[in-house]
């Protein structure tokens, strides 16, 4: 079976970093499309930085310049570097794949950043 398992949330203070990580496994991870979400409380989940299987990413505009989303396909890895953190980025992070109609969601790790 598939599975996503994300690590590397906790507290950080405005201005920190963290780096995300996923690690994926019953998949062949190589040829899926992969990326971040995060949802924040009374929020609908939302997209935040991906990486196509053949390594080109997106982000969204409000975390442009300040994350940076990264694949490891001999690890079956994906990472999120989060640099220059802010307050509104406090939420649980997903770990997301896809590939065609399929798409499998980590359980989420928490990201605070509160002073």
């Known amino acids: 079976q598939v599975q996503l398992v994300e690590s590397g949330g906790g507290l950080v203070q405005p201005g920190g970093s963290l780096r995300l990580s996923c690690a994926a496994s019953?998949?062949?991870?190589?040829?899926?499309?992969v990326g971040w979400f995060r949802q924040a409380p009374g929020k609908q989940r939302e997209s935040v930085a991906s990486i196509s299987s053949d390594y080109r990413t997106n982000y969204q505009e409000s975390v442009k310049g300040r994350f940076t989303v990264s694949r490891d396909n001999a690890k079956k890895m994906v990472y999120l570097q989060m640099n220059s953190l802010k307050s509104e980025d406090t939420a649980v992070y997903y770990c997301?794949?896809?590939?065609?109609?399929?798409?499998?969601w980590g359980q989420g790790t928490q990201v605070t950043v509160s002073s």
């Open positions: 019953g998949l062949t991870f190589s040829n899926y499309d």
């Open positions: 997301n794949a896809r590939r065609f109609s399929a798409g499998y």
